[in-house]
């Protein structure tokens, strides 16, 4: 027996600037679920890391990741929280606080493009100049994680069908 449509819990995963809060914020509104943006999550110091050009380590992000889980144990209702999880034992950690299962959701696309689009964003905190170490960090979800991936190199309207489609045949 599968999780319920409104126990639904996806972690958008994916290096900064891969869409995550827009595709979350789509997706959220197509299957009548919360969107939560991880990096409201992050405390001030993380914050003022990143904003400074410096990548986060993780002693950085443990504690942002263990918030990230327990607001995907809190049970009400289907969430879709954007959380970068560039590493297996990210993934692992997150799944460990949630308690229940959670299925990720990559938004892969090419430096280039995920490079294009981080330089036409306006008001974030994190920097073009971190693009490399976040490439640098990725672990791409393995066959055994509960995983989607997707291309981003498509309309929204795309992506965010392939991802809803993904959910149902799950």
Not at 45 to 70: C, F, H, Y
Not at 123 to 144: K, R, V
Request: glycine fraction near 8%.
């Amino acid at each position: 027996m599968g999780i319920s449509p409104d126990q639904q819990r996806l972690v958008l995963m994916g290096v900064a600037g891969c869409g995550k809060t827009t595709v979350g914020t789509a997706l959220a509104m197509r299957i009548d679920a919360t969107y939560l943006d991880g990096d409201d999550l992050h405390p001030p110091a993380n914050i003022a890391k990143m904003s400074r050009g410096e990548p986060l380590t993780d002693d950085d992000r443990w504690p942002w990741l263990t918030l990230v889980g327990q607001r995907l144990a809190e049970p009400d209702g289907a969430l879709i929280l954007g959380c970068s999880a560039l590493k297996r034992s990210y993934r692992d950690h997150i799944r460990r606080e949630a308690g229940a299962p959670v299925t990720f959701v990559h938004l892969s696309g090419s430096r280039d493009l995920i490079g294009a689009r981080m330089a036409t964003r306006a008001g974030h905190f994190m920097p073009t100049s971190l693009i490399d170490s976040q490439f640098a960090a990725l672990e791409l979800p393995e066959n055994d994680e509960k995983a989607i991936i997707v291309d981003i190199d498509a309309p929204l309207r795309s992506v965010v069908e392939q991802i809803a489609a993904a959910i149902r045949r799950d």
